[in-house]
């Protein structure tokens, strides 16, 4: 249970006309510091740009306008070098950064929410945060993207099943496979980038205000394209942020998907592949375990951010025009989205950095002659015949009933078999019959053969340095 | 109970080396033919550029590829009149064109799945059909900003509170909040459109092909930009579709919250509107009602949107890399959002073509004395005189309890109360405190003065035509 | 595009006093036929019991009283024999019933709806419906069960490894894999099942009615304990289909992970099981492939049981108490939810009648010397001589990466490094160093011992009969 | 950044073979200590259990019990007078207590793991605080149902307008308000119990132990009813905590509308309540604000509580049978529900306990004659003329349009203006159109007559206390 906070209703800047304490049920729900908290340098950026607008419209004088500059500055570097002392009296990040500057400079401090609610500056304060964050987990895509371009270039030309339905469907490479996640991300990250546009500063509570500020200017100071262009617009919608985390969603996604080949490819089973010791994790009970908690977690996690995203847009579903206090939601989902986001690159980059791969069980699983991975060559080589690709379906598929019935590999099956299956059949089909055959064959653009996986690979290293 | 149906092995071209029928029960689960019928424009046209390419390409003859060309063209027009009939035994829409296509050119029929999979061709297919809802949403959209822009041209100068918290908050003019909706909805729409970008076909299962393809042509035919450069990946993602229905569940939710609107301006405490009685509902049993069941669906109905975005993305996470049966419920999802949107669209239309708005509840509501709506302009005009925000704030909280406590309204109280609560006070504060005045004081950018809401109206009107 | 459909507001019942005819549009999102039209048995049970109350309180006369009642007895007929013939004008399936009888009766049908209100009136037939399809569902689950025990019976004693992790665990017998689903489904069972408790019949609009109805009665005819005790409450919440509906949330998620055990036990590594052709699928492309394309459908399907109960609360958060419109969304999540478990319990048993498990693939999984699967038997040998058991612990992992190191299988050690990793090793150790060993020695209660299986098994074929 | 924590792999319980320290991502992401800490009195009181039973059994000797179970009170007192300290090195709580057992004991806290995993360990533990959470909810839930009683014992006669699609329908008693959601947040309950049954305690990592444990004892001293018969579902399943979610979702949804209800009640336009000041809030720029943000987090903190259950259905969703990782977030979800149920019930208590009604407004808004809000009244009184409910539902519907149009109330009409509606009307009619009249008249059991809301408040006055 809390602590019961005490909170005096004399002096509140935001309790003007109540005489009573607030409820400590109250204080509690409404207080948002501890999560709103990691967006100082946006609040106080936000407040930077604002004290100089003031100051060059003459809403405050010069003077005012550079001790609130100068008094922020120093706030921020409280921040930056850990010292700052938040006060339980504190709602919000807004609140401490406004208090801690009228302790800093005085009766100036109280000048600063001059022509701005909370209303428009949280709103600023988000579409901020919201482009560094975007920004910040682009980087560590790319980090991802890169231990991925690492792998595809050492083990990149493993022969190893591609699957549908979990069922080996035909050979391909393993850097083709790896690479299909490097585009994944890629589109992704299409979706999980913010540009700052418009800026809702200047909004206030959503009425704007009858003060001459300039809102171009403080548009212009923290980077945004243009002021907003509807000051009611501005402090009621989120839909930006579920934007960017619907391209959050996206990317956990992927690394969900990740994550379910590394805890196939590393099950006895499959085993292709075997995590390095330090990003394996043992059993409480079972000595003999190597366990890929990592991967596991990739999948699982994966929920906060569709999750977030499900919560972010049901928070305003149904809401009226204008700002409500249920729009405080907005930040605990968007932070949590990005921090688990960020905790699957770390430990996706982690297990990619420390994982081998076993060509052999790789290669053994392609060339397992009861898996018919080639029946695709052989239907292929009869539609170069001439045959109509449906009846060398169904031939192969006949094919493919007889070795299965032999226990036999189609490689194994002598050409009268064959020729039973279709009269076309002759000594050539042999030649498509072997893996590496297959693969080298498949010269399409965007397809496995090796050549085509290289040229991936270098425009890849040449986009990613 | 659905009626069982029988299935027989023979002849059915996916079931090549199985020789029992398939159990009614995977016949019924696996047939998505009601469902995906709708995409028969898109996957004809894809058919159709795949056939051109087999015959530019040589795979087939120039003459077998006309005769599909021609056939698939035919199979179209029977869509486009109603008389295209399916079969119980059409699994889907792909298998269905194909079943039409040989009954009606013969052999050649059978030539047409040549180098093609049906993963890639419903990814096509898909992307297709995304770049159709999107545009269509997109001019439904208009629809409905125009007609927000046909009420503020009517009654846009209407003075009415602006709330937060559902309390009143300051005057604005109603033309300001409704353009605020014409804003959101085009924020929303940036999110929802969709570009065909890479063109999945010729990545077959999602290994390629050996046959020599020309994935640039059929791209090129079919209105992308190029060809998706891993076929692995072309097959195995739907992050695509999220990315649009995440644009579609944000207007979902803008419209839910214009009907939130609706709802609360047509209730009798608001009273600000009525809605036609085209689009108002009565009671089965109070024969007085008149109800907004339209605007109350738009808060319901949004939910599917968001919920099939979510199922979109649940759907794929967790899934190794590969075409799984999973995927299939992406379109389910996709036409679920769609549907919707289409349906909330279309009512909110005719909800804002048939309605009017009570100038006089609104200015009431406005000027109602205890709701102290020119608070701020009061303070606004103590900021003026030079005095700190923070110090006026607190001075004006306390003259509207000493308000509140005569029952008066702010402009009614005498010099001498505000003299109490800041000795700046002079006789010139009374002139600030009126709604209209407020209003028009407003003129910031995006702000809610008229002649403001006149200049972003002209902009509108430019922009929509 | 739907066709614009004409409604008459002359002459419909719900239209009083409105003079225009309803928008197309509000016809089209506010017509709930299609989707209500199922719960005919429960909309008529209620009139009926309505009818007989209404006559035996005097409302109506006898007379007029049994007219209805005969009447909706033969529309009740015309909906089992499917001759009902709905009209557009029927905006749900309460006007369509009403509708029709006044057709077949005359002026009394008009007496039906006395004291009684939609509200009421659905409420009342959802959580009919709700009994109904709970019951349903059980006896479907248990189907399933069924065919879990069938298998336990005919191969419950293969020896396969259990997993956690997906890395091999420690032996079991099959037997005890497949009655875990048996015990999980049923305590699924628990939260899925509904008893009829409170009856919202006469709870009319919301505020009950000042005709002198008998609440008492209709509850008993209809099945319920007791009316509902607060009119208020009856007609508002729909939080007990949301009970209900995590029950089925639950079972669908059950089914999914037994699609992902059937997944994986037909891919080709694992090899534990193969579905009969009559539930695999084959490709468009590959004509050797066997997908299990139903057990991915388990896998996928889930999510519309889970999204629709999301659904359900969404639509309710937020609203006001009293009825709106927006739960009109309740029955489409319901049948959604519904209709999506029967489909899985239907494939599921179809699977479950046609595996066939591959005992030497499974054993040899398990023996396999590399996997050490029987580490934890050599801990708990030590823990029995008095070893602590994380020092046993501690060994056994020793002695694990000495037999990994050593390309062999722990029961191919020597004895002397046994007794390296610990000295109280000795040769009695071999002993339980094997895995049918393992599985007859685990006879805790609940445990994989086959004496255990035969257990749990009698008593569940008492059970389910 | 999180600082990069080192952990050596020597002495690490878990680490046995691995010669590597972990990665600090994986440990980051697979430390769960501080979000399972919460849980040491059930994981103490398991291990007691499990202690006393390994020395009962003679799997360790009754010394070495008893050393055991001191330890762990020891332990449990360290928790309980916030002396524990955790290390970073404690993955988990579970870790965490048996590492501080062992520093207190010596060796024989190495025995404590004995036939036990984490895998029963963390079940047992879960459930076992589930119950004392539902438990703790219910007390909760209590209170705030006492503080609905509270109001309806002193503003209960009140007369307003029950709303159905936010139109005025009929008038009611506030008792009868209040009471539905008592009655509301009882049914929720129902859903939210959890009573102790089956004890996963033994199953181990799921495939239970060869060693002598007497699993009936364990369950029988932590207050289950029996071991859980299977220990594969034992250890896999987490729908009973999405059973209690479900229920907890229900609660935050009835909670979510309470919040709906207070925000427009404490509107201007409805006027019916106002907060106290202890439980308003003020704006950051408008002096007058007197906001419900309590009330809008009702509303917005519901989602986190359905979202939560999402969460864990699909953390579940296609995980084979086993234990995964995965289940690792089933707590995070099942604490964010608790929490915010918590707090929500915290603030609901707090509002209802500092709220005050405007019984002038709420009868004013019944008595605005042009809100018609007899109109049923008069319907049914035709009714009791012998009328069929649908000609007076019509009747009274021309007469509702008569009177609006002459902007006059029913009860301001004249008699031959009710007579030209309908013949039967006379004088008798004008009796019935009074609020408290219409209130009275509803004397139907679960109504909104003064005398049954009495009743109503007498039984939960009995039931609670």
């Given at each position: 249970m809390a602590a019961r906070r005490k909170r005096k209703?004399?002096?509140?800047?935001?309790?003007?006309?109540?005489t009573v304490e607030q409820h400590p049920a109250l204080v509690r729900i409404n207080r948002s510091y501890d999560v709103d908290c990691r967006m100082w340098p946006q609040d106080i950026a936000g407040s930077i740009a604002h004290a100089m607008m003031l100051g060059d419209t003459g809403i405050v004088t010069k003077a005012a306008s550079k001790r609130m500059v100068k008094g922020l500055q120093k706030v921020a570097a409280e921040f930056a070098d850990g010292s700052f002392e938040p006060r339980e009296?504190?709602?919000d990040i807004h609140m401490a950064v406004e208090r801690r500057l009228t302790e800093l400079i005085g009766p100036d401090g109280a000048r600063l929410h001059t022509a701005r609610s909370r209303n428009d500056q949280v709103a600023t304060d988000v579409r901020l945060y919201l482009a560094s964050a975007a920004e910040s987990i682009e980087l560590n895509v790319q980090q991802a993207q890169r231990a991925l371009l690492a792998l595809v270039e050492r083990d990149g030309a493993f022969v190893l099943p591609f699957y549908t339905h979990l069922q080996r469907a035909q050979p391909v490479v393993l850097g083709h496979g790896l690479l299909a996640y490097v585009e994944m991300l890629e589109r992704d990250l299409q979706s999980a980038r913010y540009e700052l546009d418009e800026c809702p500063l200047g909004a206030c509570a959503g009425?704007?205000?009858?003060?001459?500020?300039?809102r171009r200017m403080t548009a212009k100071l923290l980077g945004f394209k243009r002021p907003s262009p509807n000051s009611l617009e501005a402090v009621s919608s989120r839909n930006d942020i579920a934007r960017v985390l619907s391209g959050f969603a996206a990317i956990a996604v992927t690394l969900s998907r990740l994550g379910a080949d590394l805890v196939l490819w590393t099950s006895s089973e499959f085993g292709f592949a075997r995590l390095g010791d330090g990003v394996s994790t043992g059993s409480s009970i079972m000595p003999q375990k190597r366990n890929a908690d990592g991967a596991e977690l990739l999948r699982a996690k994966a929920t906060r951010v569709t999750g977030a995203l499900g919560r972010l847009f049901e928070v305003q579903r149904g809401l009226p025009m204008g700002y409500f206090k249920?729009?405080?939601e907005d930040k605990t989902a968007l932070f949590e989205a990005e921090d688990a986001v960020e905790e699957m690159l770390e430990i996706a980059c982690a297990m990619l950095g420390d994982i081998s791969f076993d060509a052999a069980r790789m290669r053994a699983a392609v060339e397992d002659?009861?898996?018919?991975?080639l029946a695709t060559e052989a239907a292929d080589w009869l539609v170069r015949q001439g045959v109509p690709f449906r009846e060398a379906h169904e031939a192969v598929g006949a094919l493919v009933s007889a070795a299965e019935a032999a226990g036999l590999g189609l490689e194994e099956l002598p050409l009268e078999v064959f020729r039973r299956a279709h009269r076309k059949f002759d000594e050539d089909v042999y030649k498509v019959l072997s893996a590496d055959g297959a693969v080298r064959s498949r010269r399409v653009l965007g397809g496995p053969s090796p050549a085509g996986v290289k040229r991936q690979l270098a425009r890849w290293r040449k986009k990613l340095g």
């Open positions: 209703a004399k002096g509140d800047p935001l309790r003007g006309r109540f009296s504190d709602e009425a704007g205000t009858s003060l001459p500020i300039d249920d729009l405080q002659p009861t898996g018919y991975l």
